[in-house]
């Protein structure tokens, strides 16, 4: 029935290729020599996507002007297994490194910091920070800064958009993102802000698209079949959503009529808006992110900033953001073609110039 | 060890299952298909009571579209489940696949265009990921399970590696056009899935293969025993799956517009849910690449109809979880008597 | 062949050396694993680093011992992570209503809700492999629904929770719990009848319901366990974040059923243990950060984990004893 030498080839072939695998992707880089300060660590949520792509790019400016090679650890959403790769990282001796992470989700923000303190990590967070937990307050040393872009500003430049591109007066339906991670709530407490001020527009729903295209895709072809030409504009709190939703309007030859908003800036999501399939999108600069968050962690690493000495609003804001429609996307797209290669001298010099201000009390908040 | 062959393997297997393949043939329509179009019927006329929009025929035609690649996906991975096993990396291989099809056909980041060339290439690696898993599993003796398990991250780390930093956009007019071309109000993918899940149906019923594969899963120990050789249905098997998983990355990617390193997310459970549904509520429960594609519709009426009446985010997870332990439990009530083994 | 299901048999529990016998394959690769990490990176063998390394592991390795008894019987329980995500959210949830013994309440909760399913699925008559699945989906809705979406702090004066986040002389307080789970249900599966019904009802259903196994209340407590298994991950989970968030657990399934096969346990029922499952929990837990040790470029860290999963399979589990494999 089953033949031992047969499987003795298939057991080898699949050793080599295992060999091969690891081989081949072992990063030759990884021992490079290291200048002043220790590692450059760096946790992002995954590496198959465009924000994350470019929010690497910024790390390796910052990295390649101080000839380092940034330690990349991908959580793939899950903060457990974050947790894991900064225990096995820091395993290893750990002296003035730096770390920039998005703590995947709110929950495991304190645990990453409190881990990394134990280590004498310096820390700066993205994206996650749940309400009552601040840099000044929690391990003050260690957790250097949190920055993030303004959700609730990007939902309400958002829905104002589409307020005024609707004359102040139509129906929409939005398309949230992972509910329990702050830029979606935050997006959609924009959106309900906005809403307020133009009440002539109408939500007729709201669904969860966990940030995802195909998703998006789905509840966009339901609301049309179910709201037919009632319904005149889409919020998707993301740009990959803001492309689904396109995507179902392209079925129906509806791409451009119905107006389609998304948010970060994204390069598919600039190229819609200069052909008109969507209406604005909220530039959020991911490069410009990596840049200034792995400077700010490697600068306290290495002593050129005292996290004690900074402000509040140093130590906890939001970068800038602004909306792009079709009078500014050019620029926008030209900016992508030719990104700015950042160095950390020049980071320096006002880590905060493109700050957009202190993160007000309540932004966290789900209520 | 070796018995004496005055037939062959095929042959003698289908002998001994003819007469429950007669059984499972000849049953009229109404015991094949009937708990799943019962199930349809009674969602649908529930959503259309709460809603008053879901039996419009716009909304119809909606479902449909949104079925039909999960339908591809549940048809390709009943192969698997037939036998009795299990194939976890429809995920990882839909990434490859859309990735491998989005770099290789016209696209906006680099300067290919092999346009058919790419799709078949596309499909290829796909078949690759499952010849893999088949190998592995019958070749090599490992549980199924663990195999696909192994092989999803593999195809997410693949789509990961090609994935260039910008999303690819696909420029191709035969890939795109499946999703743009209509013909009586639905698009080319519904056709292509309807092409895909007659032909696994028709492959299932009226070839060895297809009575093999029912085969193995009816007691494979007693089929090893009287000495067929099932190595080769179950690779083949697998290479099915993996097939159709791949043909549902690409109409996707096509679907979007893009290639896609996350398109296969949260479509392996629906589909073996569906797979799973269509064959329980079948009486028997033997299933099949109609009855698995059936299963997906329903659950994409399911998704649908909560949100035309409008059930909350939170909530909808809740209700389609508890409507499908109903359907199941609905449909296995007359079997509680007899003496039978589950796992 | 029919040395095969000889051994697939009844047999195969009578002899309990012969369990360890059959798992010195999935130990040797631990060490070998280890070893391999200490060569490329010294510092991950230090007391320290393991020591943390063991507290990030607790939560997955009991995930696998909870998920290896539902596969001990052959069914699979992949509700787990679900109910791990679900305690953190209810400890802050219930926490106002039962104070400070709320977890020590909500693991007994997953307890019912495991006999639940383990009875569903078996009165009922439908794959356990449904029902869990099921119950995934309306769990996530429910921790969702519960949190507000919300991650919130973990309760100060809840008392488990609060010894679990403690040390006892340097070792972490989560992984005393943990030996004290392994050496009870260890004792349930080597020396009860209990534990001799359950490899009879993965060895071979109807054999063992004609010896007169109640195979109803064997199932339903094994989901017990699973669930209430899954809980105390949850907890462990909680100790170290010090917040709950409905999507705590995420995908800790997967990474529990690689640990389950790769100690050895037989995916088919009948075959494995509780050692198994710690090994195999240590296994792929380690398998997680091995990438990082070995400094494999970002992208390729999933390809490094399936094919060192396929490998470890491959390496580790007795083939020789399984009739037929699916």
Known sequence: MFKPEMTGLFRKALYACAGIVAVATISPAANAAEAKGGKLIVGIDETASEYWSEYLQGVHDIADSLGKDPVVLTSNYQGDQLLAQLGATYATGCRQCALATDPSSNAFVKAVVARSAKSKVRVVTLWNRPEDIHPWDTYPDYWVAHTSFDGVMSGYQQAMALCKALGGKGQIAAIEGVPSTPPAYQRIRGLKKALAECPGLKLLDIQVGDWQETKAQDIARTWVAHYGTGLQGIFASNDAMARGAVAALKEKGLNGKVLVTGSDGSNIALEMVKSGDMLVTIWNDPVLQGAISMSIAYAAAIGDIDPQKLTHAQRDFYLKEEPITKDNVDKYLALKKSQPKYTYAEMKQDFWKDSAGQIPEGANDNK | ?343 | MTQTFEARGVAGFADTWLPLIRNAGPLLFLLFLVAGSAIIAPGVVQFDSLLSFLSDAAPVIALVIGGTFPILAGSIDLSVAGIASVTGVLVVVLNPVLGPWTSVAVVLLALLFGAMQGFVHTWLQLPSFIVTLATLSILSGVALLLSNATAEPIPSDDVLVGMLGNALAGVPDTAVVLAVMVALLGLLLRFTRIGRDIYAIGAGERAALMSGVHVLAIRTLLFAISAGCAAMAGLFLVSVTSFSSPTLAGNLLLLSIVGVVVGGTAISGGVGGLFAAVVGGLITSWLRVVAVIVGVVPTAQNIIFGVAALLAVAVTTDRKKLGVIK
């Not at chain 2, 109404?30 to 019927?41: E, K, T």
């Not at chain 2, 080319?188 to 193995?216: C, D, E, K, N, P």
């Not at chain 2, 569906?274 to 698995?292: E, I, K, N, P």
Request: glycine content about 14%; some cysteine.
């Open chain 2, 1 to 343: 060890m070796t018995p004496s062959r005055t037939r062959s393997p095929a042959s003698r297997a289908a002998q001994r299952w003819s007469p429950l393949l007669a059984g499972l043939r000849g049953r009229p329509f109404w015991a094949q298909f009937g708990g799943s179009v019962a199930a349809l019927i009674v969602l649908s006329a529930g959503f259309q009571l709460i809603s008053g929009s879901f039996l419009t025929l716009g909304n119809l035609r909606s479902v449909v579209e949104a079925a039909a690649v999960p339908a591809i996906i549940a048809a390709g991975i009943s192969f698997v489940v037939i036998m009795g096993a299990i194939d976890l990396s429809v995920e990882g291989v839909m990434a490859t696949a859309s990735m491998v099809a989005a770099l290789l056909v016209a696209n906006g980041v680099n300067t290919n265009h092999l346009g058919v060339l790419g799709i078949l290439l596309a499909l290829a690696v796909s078949l690759a990921f499952g010849l893999a898993n088949g190998i592995l599993n019958a070749l090599m003796r490992m549980p199924s399970l663990i195999v696909t398990l192994g092989m999803w991250f593999i195809g997410l780390g693949t789509a990961a590696v090609l994935f260039p930093q910008r999303v690819p956009q696909i420029r191709d007019d035969l890939l795109l056009g499946v999703a743009r071309h209509g013909l009586l109000g639905f698009s080319l993918v519904v056709y292509v899935a309807l092409v895909f899940v007659a032909s696994a149906q028709a492959v299932l019923s009226h070839t060895t293969f297809g009575r093999m594969v029912y085969a193995i899963g009816g007691d494979e120990a007693l089929l090893a025993s009287s000495g067929l050789r099932t190595r080769g249905i179950k690779i083949a098997a697998f290479c099915v799956s993996s097939l159709f998983a791949g043909v549902g990355g690409l109409l996707l990617s096509a679907q979007l517009g893009s290639g896609n390193a996350n398109i296969g997310n949260g479509h392996l459970f629906p589909a073996i849910s569906a797979s799973v549904l269509g064959g329980t509520l079948l009486t028997g429960g033997r299933g099949g690449a109609v009855q698995s594609a059936l299963g997906a519709l329903i659950l994409e009426v399911l998704n649908n109809g909560l949100i035309q009446i409008g059930a909350g985010p939170y909530t909808r997870n809740i209700i389609s979880g508890a409507v499908i332990l109903t359907a199941f439990a609905a449909s296995g009530v007359h079997r509680r008597q007899l003496l039978r083994v589950v796992k």
